[in-house]
């Protein structure tokens, strides 16, 4: 069973960083395209980023791009979230999903998925 785990949420000021870990057990993690997903409460699920299997496909959601990048290292099975210039409207519970292949930007797409890890920006 394909097992995915994040890491790095937690409390920051407006204008920090943080980067966030998807480490995944249990497949092969070099074919699955890996995307990042984000809900507040009372709000629907939210693309942030996706990244195809070797990397060739990146996908941003408008609201951060520029600020948040994806990237992966097959040796270590992690996919990573590097987040900077944070706001308070970044404020969600990350989670992490995986797919053979493919960058897919929503959530039906994908096969596999974290539990999340929350991200807080004061402001």
């Known amino acids: 069973q394909v097992q995915l785990v994040e890491s790095g949420g937690g409390l920051v000021q407006a204008g920090g960083s943080l980067r966030l870990s998807c480490t995944v057990s249990g497949g092969t993690f070099s074919i699955y395209g890996m995307g990042w997903f984000r809900q507040s409460p009372g709000k629907e699920r939210e693309f942030v980023a996706a990244m195809s299997w070797r990397g060739g496909t990146i996908y941003y959601a408008d609201s951060v791009k520029g600020r948040f990048t994806v990237s992966r290292d097959n040796a270590k099975n992690t996919v990573y979230l590097q987040m900077n210039s944070l706001k308070p409207e970044d404020t969600a519970v990350y989670s992490c999903?995986?797919?053979?292949?493919?960058?897919?930007?929503?959530?039906?797409?994908?096969?596999?998925w974290g539990q999340g890890t929350q991200v807080t920006v004061s402001s």
């Open positions: 999903a995986a797919v053979p292949w493919r960058a897919a930007q929503t959530p039906k797409e994908y096969d596999f």
